[in-house]
């Protein structure tokens, strides 16, 4: 059996996390809406039309933070049209996804939403087809207190508070030549910050994310960040990094997917110190990972101008859940830079929650890893070393066996380990060393892993692929943990240290 080692030291801290490292994302997109959060005719539908199965589970995964309503649905997107009597709301061609939008649910809608399930709103401001002013009525709407026309607006619709929608996208990867209205760099980063000044001018306490590149395949990538940071710097507080992998038949490179998100992320956090650095700056700027996930975009199915069409509906496989958990371990193992991420996206559209028109809900396999750090991670992201066998992959490089990340709550004394074992054939011997964590039990073991690694859950087997609690064992010394992880194996031990 292969032997592993991880050695955890509780004085090497990374940096704090952030809660909304477990962001999520809704977009008027396919079914994630219309039969996805809202059906009025669901036997669950509470007074507003929004599914309480899926809420109940959405609160399981403990979202704090939800980006809405787009996505490339928002730059083609007027937010006016979804607030107000419902009967009297437009109906509009959204050009984003060749659908027709009903606009039954708004931001008022969605707010409601977002505070039935515990989650803040992370909104998204129209820079495609809408100007620097329409997104300065928008804020005022949501945010001002009355006696403005937009904000008195809000009240007559029922909202006499405002809802106080602290975190702005400016945008959506308008560097997209799928984006309605694409801009190039220096045509956003001047529209980006004329719209921000706008905005702060009406809440200045609010926090703003800056359009970065769409993905690492642009061919304006990393120029696009560096020329965009260079007009806001000054006026935003993170910069937006977009990726989704997906497995195209080379096992080894799906695998390794996570070493390409690490490096994504350091060329950025590069591009932000070295704009930092020319603006003679003492800001920092922090990066939001605000869509990421598994999806197979070679598989997109193309649907002409109907209502919620079946769009991007990706079942999930154990195979898939170990991608996805490596790149959660790959955003908390950078939690000193990426304060804020969404997994793209929440319910139907490649998301961990499916569920049947008029029927159940069901948790996909990537349900859990995101439930696991959710839930659990919490504190201070800690450094690993790491001592693990290797594999190579052709189109990222080398990539580890073994991926770990820590986090510890100094006040409670619980240290999380979340590992993930990628060896396509060997269990490992994994000993974990806490030497500097004074009396230390371990409390907790969760293992998901299946024999076949293609096994997904569906509505008829919805519990084929989930976690299964595992042995406890104490130390051998000193704080020396040995345990095995299966192959290709999710994998959540948590401990309880004390002085």
Same mark, same amino acid.
């Given at each position: 059996?292969?032997?592993?080692?991880?050695?955890?030291?509780?004085d090497?801290?990374? =940096?704090?996390?952030? /809660?909304?490292?477990? $962001?999520?994302? *809704? &977009?008027?997109?396919?079914?994630?809406?219309? +039969?996805?959060?809202?059906?009025?005719?669901?036997?669950?539908?509470?007074?507003?039309?929004?599914?309480?199965?899926?809420?109940?589970?959405?609160?399981?995964?403990?979202?704090?933070?939800?980006?809405y309503?787009?996505?490339?649905?928002?730059?083609?997107?007027?937010?006016?049209?979804?607030?107000?009597?419902?009967?009297?709301?437009?109906?509009?061609?959204?050009?984003?996804?060749?659908?027709?939008?009903?606009?039954?649910?708004?931001?008022?809608e969605?707010?409601?939403?977002?505070?039935?399930?515990?989650?803040?709103?992370?909104?998204?401001?129209?820079? =495609?087809?809408?100007? /620097?002013?329409?997104? $300065?009525?928008? *804020? &005022?709407?949501?945010?001002f207190?009355?006696? +403005?026309t937009?904000?008195?607006?809000?009240?007559?619709?029922?909202?006499e508070?405002?809802?106080?929608?602290?975190?702005?996208?400016?945008?959506?990867?308008?560097?997209?030549?799928?984006?309605?209205?694409?801009?190039?760099?220096?045509?956003?980063?001047?529209k980006?910050?004329?719209?921000?000044?706008?905005?702060?001018?009406?809440?200045?306490?609010?926090?703003?994310?800056?359009?970065?590149?769409?993905?690492?395949?642009?061919?304006?990538?990393?120029?696009?960040?560096r020329?965009?940071?260079?007009?806001?710097?000054?006026?935003?507080?993170?910069l937006?990094?977009?990726?989704?992998?997906?497995?195209? $038949?080379?096992?080894?490179?799906f695998?390794?997917?996570?070493?390409?998100m690490?490096?994504?992320?350091?060329?950025?956090?590069?591009?932000?110190?070295?704009?930092?650095?020319?603006?003679?700056?003492?800001?920092?700027?922090?990066?939001?990972?605000?869509?990421w996930?598994?999806?197979?975009?070679?598989?997109?199915?193309?649907?002409?101008?109907?209502?919620?069409?079946?769009?991007?509906?990706?079942?999930?496989?154990?195979?898939?859940?170990?991608?996805?958990?490596?790149?959660?371990?790959?955003?908390?193992?950078?939690?000193?830079?990426?304060?804020?991420a969404?997994?793209?996206?929440?319910?139907?559209?490649?998301?961990?929650?499916?569920?049947?028109?008029?029927g159940?809900a069901?948790?996909?396999?990537?349900?859990?890893?995101?439930?696991?750090?959710?839930?659990l991670?919490?504190?201070?992201?800690l450094?690993?070393?790491v001592?693990?066998?290797?594999?190579?992959?052709?189109?990222y490089?080398?990539?580890?066996?073994?991926?770990?990340?820590?986090?510890?709550?100094?006040?409670?004394?619980?240290?999380?380990?979340?590992?993930?074992?990628?060896?396509?054939?060997?269990?490992?011997?994994?000993?974990?060393?806490?030497?500097?964590?004074?009396?230390?039990?371990?409390?907790?073991?969760?293992?998901?892993?299946?024999?076949?690694?293609?096994a997904?859950?569906?509505?008829?087997?919805?519990?084929?692929?989930?976690?299964?609690?595992?042995?406890?064992?104490?130390?051998n010394?000193?704080?020396?943990?040995?345990?095995?992880?299966?192959?290709?194996?999710?994998?959540?031990?948590?401990?309880?240290?004390?002085?």
């Open positions: 059996m292969k032997k592993a080692r991880v050695i955890i030291d509780r090497y801290q990374i =940096g704090r996390i952030d /809660e909304r490292l477990f $962001g999520s994302f *809704i &977009e008027h997109l396919g079914r994630a809406v219309y +039969t996805g959060i809202y059906e009025p005719d669901h036997p669950t539908a509470d007074e507003q039309g929004f599914r309480q199965d899926v809420i109940e589970l959405v609160r399981e995964l403990n979202v704090p933070i939800v980006r309503p787009g996505g490339n649905f928002v730059s083609g997107y007027n937010w006016t049209d979804g607030i107000g009597p419902k009967e009297q709301r437009p109906t509009r061609l959204d050009y984003a996804w060749k659908s027709i939008e009903t606009n039954h649910v708004g931001i008022n969605f707010a409601d939403w977002c505070k039935k399930v515990g989650s803040q709103v992370m909104a998204a401001v129209n820079l =495609g087809t809408g100007t /620097e002013q329409e997104a $300065g009525y928008m *804020i &005022e709407y949501t945010n207190p009355g006696q +403005t937009w904000s008195d607006l809000r009240k007559t619709h029922g909202y508070k405002p809802h106080d929608i602290k975190v702005w996208c400016l945008g959506n990867e308008m560097d997209g030549d799928w984006q309605t209205c694409q801009l190039d760099a220096d045509a956003y980063g001047k980006a910050r004329q719209t921000a000044k706008i905005m702060r001018w009406v809440d200045p306490a609010i926090e703003l994310v800056a359009c970065g590149s769409s993905t690492t395949l642009q061919k304006t990538y990393p120029e696009w960040d020329i965009v940071l260079e007009h806001v710097y000054n006026e935003v507080n993170y937006s990094l977009h990726r989704y992998y997906e497995n195209e $038949g080379n096992l080894n490179d695998l390794a997917s996570s070493t390409d690490n490096d994504f992320i350091h060329t950025i956090t590069s591009l932000c110190d070295y704009v930092k650095a020319k603006h003679r700056s003492k800001k920092q700027l922090m990066l939001s990972f605000d869509e996930n598994v999806w197979y975009q070679k598989d997109q199915v193309e649907h002409d101008w109907e209502i919620a069409p079946t769009l991007i509906e990706d079942r999930y496989s154990m195979l898939d859940a170990l991608v996805f958990g490596s790149m959660m371990i790959t955003l908390l193992n950078n939690a000193d830079r990426v304060k804020m969404c997994l793209a996206q929440l319910v139907n559209v490649i998301a961990p929650i499916l569920t049947e028109k008029g159940a069901l948790r996909q396999t990537t349900f859990y890893p995101f439930r696991d750090m959710s839930n991670a919490r504190g201070q992201a450094h690993q070393l001592k693990c066998d290797t594999f190579e992959s052709e189109k490089g080398v990539a580890d066996t073994i991926q770990t990340a820590v986090s510890y709550d100094e006040t409670t004394g619980e240290l999380t380990l979340f590992a993930v074992n990628l060896d396509q054939s060997e269990a490992q011997d994994l000993a974990i060393d806490l030497r500097s964590f004074g009396m230390v039990t371990m409390t907790g073991r969760s293992v998901l892993h299946h024999e076949d690694i293609y997904i859950n569906t509505f008829t087997d919805p519990f084929r692929v989930v976690p299964v609690k595992a042995e406890v064992v104490q130390s010394g000193d704080n020396q943990f040995n345990l095995i992880v299966p192959a290709m194996s999710w994998n959540v031990i948590t401990f309880k240290c004390t002085d």
